[in-house]
């Protein structure tokens, strides 16, 4: 059992307040992240995060049938995004959003020159976009956030063996992309790590 499912028990049997500001701070900025990735607006962000973790707090009594407090936020943060989007549009579907991953190159410019830096985002945003939406959002969810495949499957709503699969045709789709760019596996899979 990890630190912050460690913190989830304290928190749920004596509403330790320490143990909720450390859920907070370990998650805050990977789920921002990822609504910054399903093509939120920040300030959409910032309330869905607000009122998440508000409501984490104040319903804590009603979550003891949460185990796994990461794939609950992660899941629960993006149906709030959703359900404020939809106050704000009318005429869009849940569909639109779950088809809209994306992610941005943004890092290699600390690493590398900056002739290179151009070449090799221009060949990281080619790859990335090779794959499908869903195929970016596993990638992302077990690449840049760390979670497990039965974690990523309940966060996207689906089975998890359809999770390991879907993460299994993203990397050998990225694999042979990788391979006719000549680029080596371990080049690819240090590339996605920082740009995710």
Known sequence: MD????????????????????IYNHHVDDLFSYGIGL?????????????????????KEKLHHVENITAYLFKTFKHRLIDLSLKNRSGENIES??????THVSMLDDMIDSENSVLIKQKVE??????????????????????????????????????RKLLYRAMEKLRKYASTEDL?????????????
Request: glycine share 4%.
């Open 39 to 59: 093509g939120f607006q920040k300030e959409t962000c910032k309330d869905a995060l607000q009122d998440i973790f508000y409501k984490l707090y104040i319903t």
């Open 97 to 102: 959003y779950s088809e809209s991953f994306t």
């Open 126 to 163: 080619s790859m990335l976009n090779s794959l499908t939406p869903n195929q970016r959002e596993v990638v992302y969810l077990k690449y840049m956030t760390g979670l497990q495949h039965r974690e990523i499957a309940e966060v996207l709503g689906i089975h998890e063996e359809s999770a």
């Open 3 to 22: 630190s912050v499912d460690i913190h989830w028990k304290k928190f749920l049997e004596n509403g330790d307040e320490q143990s909720f500001s450390i």
């Open 184 to 196: 080596p596996e371990k080049i690819l899979l240090l590339i996605l790590l920082l740009h995710l």
